[in-house]
């Protein structure tokens, strides 16, 4: 069956980095879009990044744009997210996500579009 199992997450201050990995097995995702949300406490999961399979196009909620990067590596069945520039409000457990069915050039960002989700990892950015 198709899993996804995230790593990376940790404590950070203010300004600093980290680098999520998403690795699925189950499956090949090169065909697929792969997509990041997170929830942070007392809060709904939200949309942060996704990337499409068709050339690695990325497309990023407005919070994150131009601090985060979200790549893949369709060899590893992987996808990253690197977090710069880190907050407190990004603060928050976050979940790698893949769809079923291949989008071509669309970007999936909401929820329902996704059908295969991991645990999550959890992010807690101090100040």
């Known amino acids: 069956q198709v899993q996804l199992v995230e790593s990376g997450g940790g404590l950070v201050q203010a300004g600093g980095s980290l680098r999520l990995s998403c690795t699925g097995s189950?499956?090949?995702?090169?065909?697929?879009?792969m997509g990041w949300f997170r929830q942070a406490p007392g809060k709904e999961r939200v949309f942060v990044a996704v990337?499409?399979?068709?050339?690695?196009?990325?497309y990023y909620a407005d919070s994150v744009k131009g601090r985060f990067t979200i790549s893949r590596d369709n060899a590893k069945n992987t996808v990253y997210l690197q977090m710069n520039s880190l907050q407190p409000e990004d603060t928050a457990v976050y979940y790698c996500?893949?769809?079923?069915?291949?989008?071509?050039?669309?970007?999936?960002?909401?929820?329902?579009?996704?059908?295969?989700w991991g645990q999550g990892t959890q992010v807690t950015v101090s100040s």
């Open positions: 990337t499409r399979s068709t050339d690695g196009g990325a």
């Open positions: 189950g499956r090949a995702f090169s065909p697929y879009a």
């Open positions: 996500a893949a769809p079923d069915r291949i989008s071509g050039n669309y970007y999936r960002v909401m929820e329902h579009e996704y059908d295969y």
